[in-house]
């Protein structure tokens, strides 16, 4: 079982990036899946949630209205697109099917002029 993240990179404060969780080996249809991230330091901190049919999302206050989640079943990935990034943003990002041990590699997204 594979989950891997991609579309991380540096971006300016108030720009965008769109973070891919791409499986290999497991059907994401049958999990709901989180975004989660973490700095040097600190615990890793919940993001957004997406229920398996992508009919309920949830997000952490911090980034509420600039994140969106969604997902796309029959490609076996799913997406957090990041808008308006601000330097606290800055963190490894991973990708989880929520209730398994299943986690990404990460992703690191550096906001920063």
């Known amino acids: 079982v594979q989950l891997v993240e991609s579309g991380g990179g540096l971006v300016q404060p108030g720009g965008s990036l769109r973070l891919s969780c791409a499986a290999s080996?497991?059907?994401?249809?049958?999990?709901?899946m989180s975004w989660h991230r973490q700095t040097p330091g600190k615990e890793r901190e919940l993001v957004a949630t997406?229920?398996?049919?992508?009919?309920?999302?949830a997000y952490a206050d911090s980034v509420k209205g600039r994140f969106t989640i969604s997902r796309d079943n029959a490609k076996n990935t799913v997406y957090l697109q990041m808008n308006n990034l601000k330097p606290e943003d800055t963190a490894m990002y991973y990708c989880?099917?929520?209730?398994?041990?299943?986690w990404g590699q990460g992703t690191q997204v550096t906001v920063s002029s």
């Open positions: 080996r497991l059907t994401l249809r049958n999990y709901a």
């Open positions: 989880k099917a929520v209730a398994s041990n299943y």
């Open positions: 997406i229920t398996s049919g992508g009919d309920r999302t």
